[in-house]
């Protein structure tokens, strides 16, 4: 079985340009969060979507947007780029709304995004 | 302000002996927590979980424990095998309609042959 499949795994950017990441969530699970990690620190929640509609926001400005499709899969832009944008970007995939106690979140191996 | 701390950076530990990391949290209002262990290119993995209306979770050779008037839990590994070498994470669920984890900045366990 496939796991959380996120593309591309690396990328490198300019200042103010928009960059689209992608992910693809363990096949039935419904909802899909994404986490923003910089280096030395650990994930930071962006947003989760669930049905295709957003049930949480951190604290990112609005420059960052997702959206998940019908097929259950996400892109997270982000427009405007600054060097601080530089991290990890990890998504999460779980069965339902909340990922249970005993399941926690399934996390893909992340996109690497490099602004300079 | 950080809500999840994690003090301690790195560990090291003699393979066979115990490893105890240590989380703690301020907010009384987070209902439950998670271990992450993350690998080098790879994206965190769920290792272990406990309700906040417990004290103790117990998966193997993973020890979770929790202590609410302190707000702090630990993960006890017992015994410790290299592989176990990684970055771990403690997470707490914040409550709501949907579901977020606040992590905190990891410890970095190196366990030595």
């Known amino acids: 079985d496939a796991g959380v499949t996120q593309s591309p795994t690396h990328l490198i950017k300019t200042r103010g340009q928009q960059v689209t990441l992608r992910c693809s969530p363990i096949s039935g699970h419904k909802s899909v969060s994404w986490y923003q990690q910089v280096l030395g620190q650990g994930p930071q929640f962006i947003f989760q979507y669930y049905e295709k509609e957003e049930r949480g926001r951190g604290n990112f400005p609005d420059r960052f947007s997702a959206r998940q499709f019908p097929n259950y899969s996400s892109e997270l832009n982000v427009n405007a780029l600054l060097l601080g944008d530089s991290a990890l970007y990890l998504c999460a995939s779980s069965l339902g709304l909340t990922g249970g106690l005993n399941y926690g979140y399934t996390f893909g191996s992340g996109t690497r995004l490099t602004v300079v | 302000d950080q809500q999840v701390k994690q003090n301690s950076p790195s560990l090291s530990v003699q393979e066979g002996r115990i490893s105890i990391l240590n989380c703690d949290y301020t907010?009384?209002?987070?209902?439950?927590f998670l271990w992450y262990k993350k690998y080098p290119a790879e994206g965190p993995t769920f290792l272990i979980s406990?309700?906040?209306?417990?004290d103790k979770n117990e998966d193997g050779r993973f020890t979770v424990f929790l202590n609410k008037s302190a707000k702090h839990l630990s993960l006890h590994i017992v015994p410790s095998q290299p592989g176990d070498s990684a970055v771990y994470f403690c997470?707490?669920?914040?409550?709501?309609?949907?579901?977020?984890?606040?992590f905190g900045p990891g410890t970095r366990l190196s366990v030595l042959p």
């Open positions: 907010n009384s209002m987070f209902d439950y």
């Open positions: 406990i309700s906040s209306i417990k």
């Open positions: 997470a707490a669920s914040v409550p709501g309609y949907g579901q977020n984890f606040v």
